[in-house]
Every structure is written in structure tokens, then in C-alpha cells.
């Protein structure tokens, strides 16, 4: 950082250069302005068997030594190099002969104050807890038949079923039947069971059906020990360090920067192999330890936005924001998630506090992942936690929609329309008998597109479309943060009975399936996850945040419907549709006349689908209510009862209807025509 002499005399410069009437030099909180940007693709650290090639951007810097390291923790020095100053604020040095596995830091010299030791901010490979980097030959990470590893087929993001789990929910649990609990590797294990005797693991994901894994943060984060693995320690991973290398507590090897490599790599193998895509939430609009970080330590004021008084802007209400308008940011975002499309084979990424990114660089992200492969899903949050300098009209917010080129945003109307506020545990939603909600429920339906029987001042949080296509719209009920699905219905519906909860357990999402855009779940619903009414678990224990497997026997049915619901989607692409126009032209709300009863018509085939007509009713009422059927003939094929698509044979729906039926409570029906059975 600067020195506070350094710092004193910028201001009273500036102060004598108004009183004369000239502008002056940039104040302390712009400084970045003076730097200059290096459009080279070369940053980092660049290993091969004869030469080992780095490259830092330090502008400020009038010194920088490369100090190499015998361990990523503790250990001797192995000696301290000089780097060269080069072009555009970077600095050099080339080291002959091999010197693979050796761990190293950089120091600058800044304002003639010599700045902490750091990783470059590229580092690829790090020791224990991220400290150092690594010197790492990639080939050798390579799992075997890595090279034969290809992304699982995908026609369009239409398709995605998404499944939200962090690394340890996932088997750390005894009941998972997992040998690498906790660990990248528990994804590789097949054969696994529960004590009942179900799949577990990677065989539940493929017995559920969905399409794509969303791992939150498994980047190298701040606040895990991983020097202390024997001790509980939990983290969600919000809080980055190391952007480029993978966390190391899901690792079995934490010390060896090498392992946590090969182990996430053959856990995208086995996703791969077993047709499921993997996505990654980061996280680019803050940092953990902005102060602390190789982006301040190489290049102080740079890569945050800062407030005339210099402290940290903190539009993500974790102490700091990054700038990703500003040219190296941007570049070491869009080279960054390039890495991991190509060197990891990711298939999406998930971005935390998307508005606190400007549009052109979301959509500069777009046109690179586009290069690698147009499969590659983007969508991120669509909103900032607090107050940003970014101009309004530059954030990458959901009301932006339609200027990003095919990203897409989560809808919180649709959650909040379903579940209830997100943030006050008991305010209820439809789903627990709100009225009031049926204008978000259709909003939600159409996945934010303009449709012309949605009457949008009664919408809870938008009074506008905002997106200009069904999948730029994320469609979900809950993710990892606040409240899980069921503790959300024990929180708004306290006098419900066990099976009235589980009913409206399978409603909530049954809404989710069956709507447009991109369908997300959040890990365990499927199986009545609970977090015991926590609201934010992110550094809560095993005990509150773990997937309990047990609960796939206890509840069996849910999961059934589940399974059930999500191959009815995959099978019948009416409820996928690609385009706004294809959604007005199909799509017809039927009148009800119960604020509780949301019903549709998806009528001629819509998308292609085999179903020439199909009739979704939404009943949140503790009543079965009564509903008039358009013309026809219609077979029942869903209701909370039973997902049939040939017809189910539940006592009173196995029949064909004509005029009139009943739709049980708390329940979805989806009705076909008979002919097109």
C-alpha cells in the first residue's frame, strides 16, 4: 500500500493545483488512472521442461523479486530472483532448465515500501491454503482418458435441469455410502448406497435425471485451514483467494498443489461419463481479503472500486467490489473463466452479484466462451447487495436482461411469487395459500418475457418483462441462501399437517418444472432436505448444511415425484420453448376465478412436442377446487399423487374428462388430450 508521506503529499499537490486552476494529477483513489494496460495474454507463470517463463503487471512497482520455495507452507528458500521491468507496467524473468513442483511468491516494491508476499494473481497451482504458487506441469494432472473427456450432449440451454450442492453436502455424510466423503472424489464413486439400499451419489443424479451439477465455489477461498482438515470447519466459499486453482480441503492432498488438480479434473470425467455438465459459481465481484490480495499487493487501486476518501466501495456488502469496467480486470476475469472452460472442462458458471459487473464485459465473457464452445451456460444474480459507483445504466442487472447476450438472470419473482419473502422467514407465498401472488405465478410461467394476459402492475417486483427471451430467465423456488425449501413451508404454514407439507414440498418445484426457462433446483429438495430453519448456513456445521440419505427411504414418494416431473419435462419439449414468440403463440392462461388456482393451455404442438394440447392447473388451496376443462377429451398424467405420461391410474383421475373435474389440494395437474395418448 502507499506510504502515508506518499499519500500526505499526492493530496496537498492536488489541493495547490485547484487553487491555481489546474486539474492536477489523478487524487489517491484514482491513481489506477495513471496505469498502463497490458493487453498481452501471457500474465503469469508459463512452465515447460526447459524454461519456466513469468510475467506480473505491477505499474506502480519500482522493484520485484520472485522468491522460489522447496513447500507451498513453511520449508526453506530456495533462492530470490530479480525480475526485469517490460512493457505496460509488467515485469519479466526467465528461468532456464526445469524447475517443475517448486512453490514461489512475488514481492514489490511500492512507494518505497516492499509489499507483502503473494501469488501472482493468475496462479494456477497453490500450496497449502493458497499461500504460495506452484511451478506444475499441467499434462502430468491429467486423469487417465482425460483427453478422450467430451461434454455430454446439449440441443439448447432449453434443456437444463440444474442441481445446486457444495462439495461437502454432498456425501459428507455416513449415510452416503461414500469412501471420499467431503472430498472431489466422492463424485467419481458409483455403486453407492444409502443404508436402505438406494443410490447415492453421482447414481441418485443419474436416477433423477437432471442435467447439469452448479458447484458453489470450489476455487481456492479464504476460510478454510487447510492445515487443519481433522477439525469441523465449513465454508459456502464466497470468500475468494486464489481465483485460478481449486479449493484444497475437497482435495485428499492439501499440500501437494498438484492433487486438488487431478482430483477435480476426475470428478468432471466422471460427471462427463455419466452425462452430466458441470457448472461453477464464482464469485469476481469481491474478495475476501481485498488489502491482503496479489490484486492490491502488484497493483495498489487498481482492480477495486474505491470512494473519494479511499476506502473500499462495498457494493457486495462484504467489505469491498472489484472493477470489471477497468481493462485489466476485465481481462483477467474473461482469461480466467477461459482457463477453466478449457483446462477443466467446465460447461457453466454461475456469477455471484452479476450486477456488480458491467454489461460489455458479461457479454465480452459471452463472445470468448462462444469460441470454446456455445454450449457454455452463463447466468449469474441479477442484482447488487448494496450501493455501487458502477452507473446504474452499466450493471448487469436483471432489468438489463435484454442487452445480455445470452446470459441469463434469476428470477426472484417467481422464488418469492412461490415461496414467500425471501428474507422474512413467515411471510407466506402461494405456495402456502397467499393470495395475492397469481399475477407473479404467471409472470414466472413465461419465464419474464412480455406476455399480453399478465397484467404487470400486479407483479410483486417488476412492472415490466425484462427479459427479451425464455432462457435468460432462471427459474427456481430456492437455492443455498435462506431458507430451504422445507423449512420455508414450516416457517408460512405451521398448522399444516406432515403430508400437507409434503404436498406443497412437491408443488413448489412441480411450478418450477413445468414453467419456461431454465429450470434450478436446489441439492436435497428432491429428498425434504431441512437446515433446521437456519437462514444463512454459510459457516454452520456438517449437522445443519449435510444431504442426510437416509431421507431418500423416509420420503421416497417425493423423490419419485421429482424423478417423475423432471423426465415429463425432458420428454415434452411444450414446457421448454425457445423463443418469446413461441411462448405468446402457444401459451393461453385459462380464467379461474380463485386467486389460489393458476391454470394454462400449451396448445398445437408447441416446440414440436408429441402432446397436441396440454392443460396445467397450480392448486395452492387446502381445498380441491373444482375447474371447468376447455373443450375435449383429457387425460390426467400429474398430480401430486402420481406422474404417469401415459395416463395415471390414481383412483378418480384414471379416467378420461370432459368439462369437469377436481384438482386435489395443494397439487398440480397437467392434463393431455386424450388423443395425443
Not at 489523478?26 to 524454461?51: Q, R
Not at 511468491?105 to 518505497?112: G, R, S, V
Request: a negative charge; glycine letters at 8%.
Amino acid at each position: 500500500m502507499y506510504s502515508r508521506k506518499s499519500i500526505i503529499g499526492s493530496i496537498f499537490i492536488v489541493i495547490l493545483m485547484m487553487m491555481s486552476g489546474c486539474k492536477g494529477d489523478p487524487k489517491p483513489h484514482e491513481i489506477w488512472k495513471t496505469y498502463p494496460v497490458y493487453s498481452g495474454n501471457d500474465l503469469g507463470v508459463h512452465y515447460t521442461p526447459e524454461e519456466t517463463l513469468i510475467r506480473i503487471w505491477s505499474p506502480p512497482a519500482t522493484e520485484v523479486l520472485f522468491h522460489m520455495y522447496d513447500q507451498g507452507h513453511e520449508g526453506e528458500q530456495l533462492n530470490s530472483l530479480p525480475m526485469q521491468k517490460d512493457v505496460d507496467g509488467t515485469w519479466v524473468l526467465r528461468l532456464e532448465g526445469d524447475w517443475e513442483n517448486v512453490y514461489y511468491t512475488f514481492q514489490a516494491l511500492i512507494d518505497d515500501v516492499w509489499s507483502k508476499e503473494v501469488p501472482d494473481p493468475q496462479a494456477r497451482a497453490v500450496g497449502v491454503n493458497g499461500n504460495r504458487g506452484m511451478i506444475v506441469d499441467f499434462e502430468k494432472t491429467n486423469p487417465d482418458g482425460w483427453k478422450e473427456d467430451i461434454r455430454p450432449p446439449l440441443q439448447s440451454h432449453a434443456d437444463l435441469v440444474i442441481w445446486e450442492i457444495h462439495v461437502r453436502d454432498f456425501s459428507i455424510h455416513p449415510s452416503s455410502g461414500i469412501k471420499n466423503r467431503g472430498k472431489y472424489l466422492a463424485f467419481t464413486e458409483t455403486g453407492t448406497k444409502s443404508p436402505e439400499g438406494l443410490p447415492t451419489g453421482i447414481d441418485h443424479l443419474k436416477e433423477l435425471g437432471i442435467t447439469h451439477v452448479h458447484l458453489l465455489p470450489v476455487y481456492d477461498f479464504y476460510t478454510i485451514d487447510e492445515t487443519r482438515l481433522d477439525e469441523p470447519q465449513f465454508n459456502w466459499g464466497y470468500d475468494p483467494k486464489n481465483y485460478n486453482a481449486p479449493q484444497g480441503s475437497y482435495a485428499t492432498d492439501p499440500f501437494d498443489g498438484r492433487v486438488r488438480i487431478r482430483e477435480f479434473k476426475k470428478m468432471v470425467q466422471a460427471l462427463h461419463q455419466n452425462g452430466i455438465r458441470v457448472i461453477m459459481d464464482v464469485v469476481y465481484n469481491h474478495m475476501y481479503d481485498a488489502g491482503g490480495s496479489p490484486f492490491e499487493q502488484l497493483a495498489p487501486g487498481y482492480f477495486f472500486r474505491m470512494n473519494p476518501d479511499g476506502t473500499y466501495s462495498d457494493g457486495a456488502a462484504c467489505g469491498n467490489e472489484t472493477a470489471s469496467e477497468r481493462a485489466m480486470m476485465r481481462q483477467f476475469m474473461i482469461e480466467s473463466l477461459k482457463y477453466w472452460a478449457e483446462e477443466y472442462r467446465i460447461d457453466g458458471f454461475r456469477f455471484d452479484l452479476m450486477g456488480l459487473h458491467d454489461i460489455e464485459t458479461m457479454n465480452l465473457i459471452r463472445e470468448e466462451m462462444d469460441k470454446i464452445n456455445p454450449d457454455i451456460f452463463l447466468y449469474g444474480e441479477g442484482w447488487t447487495a448494496s450501493e455501487t459507483p458502477l452507473p446504474p445504466e452499466k450493471r448487469a442487472v436483471k432489468a438489463h436482461a435484454a442487452q445480455l447476450d445470452r446470459i441469463a438472470v434469476f428470477s426472484d419473482d417467481i422464488r418469492d411469487g412461490i415461496r414467500g419473502h425471501w428474507m422474512h422467514n413467515e411471510d407466506p407465498g402461494f405456495m402456502t395459500g397467499r393470495k395475492g401472488l397469481k399475477e407473479s405465478i404467471k409472470f414466472g410461467v413465461v419465464a419474464s418475457t412480455k406476455h399480453p394476459q399478465i397484467n404487470y402492475e400486479e407483479v410483486n417486483y417488476s412492472d415490466a418483462p425484462y427479459a427479451d427471451n425464455p432462457l435468460k430467465t432462471i427459474t427456481y423456488v430456492t437455492c443455498h441462501d435462506n431458507p430451504c425449501l422445507w423449512d420455508k413451508i414450516v416457517y408460512t404454514c405451521p398448522d399444516c399437517s406432515k403430508q400437507d407439507k409434503l404436498d406443497i414440498q412437491k408443488l413448489a418445484n412441480a411450478i418450477v418444472l413445468t414453467s419456461q426457462g431454465v429450470a434450478f433446483l436446489h441439492a436435497g429438495e428432491e429428498i425434504v432436505r431441512t437446515k433446521f430453519g437456519e437462514h444463512n448456513s454459510y459457516n454452520l456445521p456438517d449437522s445443519i448444511n449435510q444431504l442426510v440419505w437416509t431421507n431418500k427411504a423416509d420420503y421416497y414418494d417425493v423423490f419419485e415425484f421429482y424423478r417423475d416431473m423432471i423426465a415429463l419435462r425432458k420428454n415434452h419439449p411444450a414446457f421448454r420453448m425457445p423463443t418469446t414468440e413461441m411462448i405468446r403463440e402457444h401459451l393461453r392462461f385459462l380464467p379461474t376465478g380463485n386467486e389460489l388456482l393458476v391454470g394454462f393451455h400449451i396448445s398445437d404442438h408447441a416446440n414440436g412436442d408429441v402432446w397436441e394440447d396440454i392443460l396445467v392447473y397450480y392448486n395452492a388451496s387446502p381445498q380441491e377446487t373444482e375447474i371447468t376443462l376447455p373443450d375435449g377429451k383429457w387425460r390426467v398424467v400429474a398430480t401430486k399423487h402420481e406422474v404417469n405420461e401415459l395416463g395415471v391410474n390414481t383412483p378418480g383421475y384414471s379416467e378420461i374428462h370432459e368439462a369437469m373435474t377436481n384438482v386435489p389440494s395443494r397439487s398440480i395437474m397437467i392434463l393431455v388430450d386424450a388423443a395425443s395418448i
